[in-house]
């Protein structure tokens, strides 16, 4: 058999919304072209061996938002994928559970004790407004938007942005 086994990583997200808005992470990336843009996403990441999702989402929201969150359920499950330049295969995969969250009492977004490379802050968006801004991947921009009663468990899979 070839080399080592690669399976789809698994990413947990936080959904925190206040006010008709969601706190996302505002990334500022370079493009192919040279320019930069402003990126959206939802705070999250990779779920360490041994973690339970609530945990791995409690130390990413630390990390990336600094903030202690409270997880309640599961909102959405969707899919992130890289291709190769040649897109003969992926170079990356990764399924998220996305989880309704709140910050806990006393805490606001903030500097993360370990952000990610792109990241330069944190923003509260409207949701009906998204539209207007650069939200990765843009289906959670949809999903968000839709009318609660119409959105599915899972979308995707989503293309990654390389600058991510």
């Known amino acids: 058999m070839g080399g080592p086994v690669r399976?789809?990583?698994l990413g947990v997200k936080a959904m925190i919304v206040r006010d008709g808005a969601i706190l996302m992470n505002?990334?500022?990336?370079?493009g192919a072209d040279g320019r930069e843009r402003d990126v959206y996403g939802l705070p999250g990441g990779g779920q360490d061996l041994g973690e339970s999702q609530e945990e791995a989402l409690r130390r990413e929201c630390l990390e990336e938002i600094g903030a202690r969150v409270r997880v309640h359920g599961?909102?959405?499950v969707y899919e992130v994928r890289t291709p190769a330049p040649d897109r003969s295969h992926l170079t990356f995969q990764q399924v998220n559970v996305a989880f309704w969250a709140e910050l806990e009492e006393g805490e606001e977004p903030g500097?993360?004790?370990s952000p990610d490379d792109s990241q330069v802050g944190t923003a509260w968006l409207p949701i009906r407004g998204l539209g207007a801004y650069e939200v990765?991947?843009?289906g959670v921009s949809q999903w968000l938007r839709a009318d609660p009663g119409s959105r599915p468990l899972g979308i995707g899979p989503?293309?990654?942005i390389p600058e991510l």
């Open 7 to 9: 399976t789809p990583r």
């Open 111 to 113: 500097a993360g004790t």
């Open 158 to 160: 989503f293309e990654l």
């Open 26 to 30: 505002h990334h500022r990336v370079r």
């Open 74 to 76: 599961a909102a959405l």
């Open 136 to 138: 990765h991947p843009e």
